[in-house]
């Protein structure tokens, strides 16, 4: 007996990998790396938690203030649209979140908000 496959739910999430075959915290090692990379083309000094339970993953000053950023791994929705998982226990813990795509970086809310 041969079984349809489902079909993918309204805003299905693709999750293709930019790195296959990489554990999620080498991919999310990664992210952080990128992100600081991004950071300082932007003129930022950027600054990297060394402890996986840090209030933020990035500590980022530019101007005289002082960004906390929390890096996730992000994929495209099928309808194109970004998809970041936030978590309530991350409420308070950032000023920025960076969505890492495999083409690009976003940051919610936007940098240029807060220079």
């Not at 990664?30 to 300082?40: F, K, M, N, P, Y």
């Amino acid at each position: 007996m041969s079984r349809k496959p489902k079909q993918p739910k309204a805003g299905y999430i693709r999750k293709i990998s930019a790195y296959p075959g990489l554990a999620s915290s080498k991919v999310g090692a990664i992210g952080e790396l990128r992100t600081s990379v991004d950071l300082l083309a932007k003129g930022y000094e950027v600054f990297i938690s060394l402890s996986p339970d840090g209030s933020c993953d990035l500590i980022a000053l530019k101007n005289g203030k002082c960004l906390r950023i929390e890096v996730r791994t992000s994929h495209y929705a099928s309808d194109g649209q970004v998809y970041l998982h936030v978590s309530p226990r991350d409420k308070g813990r950032q000023d920025h979140y960076a969505a890492v795509l495999p083409d690009k970086i976003l940051y919610f809310p936007d940098l240029s908000s807060c220079i």
